[in-house]
C-alpha cells in the first residue's frame, strides 16, 4: 500500500471520529490528511510517468 493510501485511509479513521464526537479539530484533521494522501498519489504518478518516459 502507497504512502498516499495509508495517509488517506488515517484521515478518513480521523474525520469519521471526529464527526462522530464533534471534535472538530480531529475533524478537519482528518481532511488534512486526507488531502496530504491524494497529493502524495499524484506526485507518485507523475514520478512513474516520468520514468516510463525515460526508459
Same mark, same amino acid.
Given at each position: 500500500?502507497?504512502?498516499?493510501?495509508? =495517509?488517506?485511509?488515517?484521515?478518513? &479513521?480521523?474525520?469519521?471520529?471526529?464527526?462522530?464526537?464533534?471534535?472538530?479539530?480531529l475533524?478537519?484533521?482528518?481532511?488534512? =490528511?486526507?488531502?496530504?494522501?491524494?497529493?502524495? =498519489?499524484?506526485?507518485?504518478?507523475? &514520478?512513474?510517468? &516520468?520514468?516510463?518516459? &525515460? =526508459?
Amino acid at each position: 500500500m502507497s504512502d498516499g493510501t495509508v =495517509d488517506k485511509a488515517k484521515g478518513r &479513521i480521523k474525520e469519521a471520529t471526529g464527526a462522530l464526537t464533534g471534535d472538530e479539530k480531529l475533524k478537519n484533521e482528518g481532511k488534512l =490528511d486526507q488531502a496530504a494522501g491524494t497529493v502524495k =498519489d499524484a506526485a507518485e504518478s507523475v &514520478i512513474d510517468k &516520468i520514468k516510463k518516459a &525515460i =526508459d
